[in-house]
């Protein structure tokens, strides 16, 4: 179950992109204002949609970015979005255990537990790389098949 708000962001994109019929603007609008309606403050929306990190320009960036403020309470489809766009730009928190950001999420003690085959199998094929700090090969800086021998995204 999605909200509105993505949904509109999603045309939006695609729309951006090509790949969707109907305005990429007229999406966005329609994304901020359904984002802006669900935490109540749909009141705000002529002041907000003007300013100008807000107002449309067209691109990835700007949509992403409001996708982000919408979908805050859904940390898993923000944290995907980041790692297919790489927006918003984020920067490291001073609490960090590394220097930079995390590129996935590891397996679980669930996960090792009932499937230890296909897991062990799985976390055999990942890129170890500096920052694995003393945790072994699960971590959340172990890189991944996509981003191996790259120097993305760090």
Not at 25 to 34: A, K, L
Not at 98 to 113: A, H, T
Not at 121 to 148: D, M
Request: proline content about 6%; cysteine-free; overall charge positive.
């Amino acid at each position: 179950i999605i909200s509105a708000a993505e949904v509109y962001f999603i045309l939006a994109e695609a729309s951006l992109k090509g790949y969707a019929v109907g305005n990429a603007e007229s999406h966005y609008r329609n994304g901020v204002q359904s984002s802006l309606k669900t935490w109540g403050v749909l009141n705000g929306f002529d002041a907000y949609i003007k300013q100008p990190k807000v107002a449309y320009n067209g691109t990835v960036k700007q949509i992403i970015e409001q996708k982000w403020i919408a979908s805050w309470t859904n940390a898993s489809e923000a944290w995907f979005d980041y790692r297919r766009t790489g927006f918003p730009v984020l920067k490291v928190g001073p609490a960090s255990p590394e220097p930079v950001l995390p590129v996935r999420f590891i397996y679980g003690g669930n996960e090792i537990n009932f499937n230890n085959e296909q897991v062990t199998e799985a976390i055999n094929r990942l890129e170890v790389t500096p920052y694995e700090g003393g945790r072994g090969p699960n971590n959340q800086w172990s890189k991944t098949w996509i981003n191996q021998g790259t120097n993305k995204p760090w």
